[in-house]
């Protein structure tokens, strides 16, 4: 059965004209749907009876089932979802003092690679739907009975590698008959697939971009992360300048700073040297160690040694607070789960 949430308004009204409705009849359901977050057709009591049946034997509302939750010392709450066919995903809420802040994934796995992330390592097994993408938000809301004020697509999976999904998800979370969040309170970070930074500019929604870099020269990142060998950086900077160019958004560069690796000043002048011009914002992470894993955290005199250096030399540069580690909810902590 087709999930209503994979529509976004403009399909729905379609799809609605095709079973013999009347289009505004999508902006009804949407509300409930997205504003009044209900989770049966029964309760949208605006309809008719017989559209209410109609809607019931044709679609699905596909909400998720709460297999786990845990809380954070500081707040931070992961949701363990079971998204209905024998897989589970991550989602991650943050308490922020202008709001609450949503960590979605995109992807059941990851197919990146990337050497410092527990996402790394487990089969992918498939993309997240723009309607499952949605409900890891709407299923949070109605636990919690809040609303969110903002997402970032930083879960497991890589956002552009599930690109319609992802994009259908955003202007369904964007739109005010929606979910109604303001474009810039949207982020959608990539590990760097060059095309999609392409396309993705010229889809004309206001959303934040974020790029994962977390190193300045090839040999570096490609060491690092895998997909630097098909789209080495200055392919990639050439794709930001050109989405800071067509959208006119400040992008917002992440940079992972692990010890003896990528955490020294010659790091930092390359990133000076990469970056200086660009409308742009560096966002350092003190690297989550993972099990097994080949990378750690760089200490905290240099990493704010680092962010000075950045800073006294044009490119602003703020450090990521840490939410979530004793939970292993921070970034990279997230993996791919099965019943
Ligand atoms: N695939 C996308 C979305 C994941 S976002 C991307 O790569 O951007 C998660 C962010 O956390 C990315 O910037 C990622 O590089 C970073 N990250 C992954 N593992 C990490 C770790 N062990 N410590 C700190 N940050 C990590």
Partial sequence: MNNIKDYNLEELKQELISIGEKPFR???????????????????????????EKLKQNYSLCIFNILRKQESSDGTIKYLFDVLDGNAIETVLMKYHHGYSLCVSTQIGCKMGCKFCASTGIAFARNLTSGEIVEELLAVERDQNIKISNVVYMGIGEPLDNYDNVVNSIRIINNPKGINIGARHISVSTSGLVPNIYRLAEENIQCTLSISLHATNNEKRSSMMPVNNRYPIEELIKACKDYIAKTNRRISFEYALAKDNNDNLEDAKGLVKLLKGMLCHVNLIPINKIENGAFDKSSNENIIKFRDYLNEHGIVATIRRELGSDIDAACGQLRRKNL
């Fill in 26 to 52: 999508a902006e009804q359901i949407f509300k409930w749907i997205y504003q009044d977050n209900v989770t049966s057709f029964d309760e949208m009591t605006n309809l008719s009876l017989e559209l209410r």
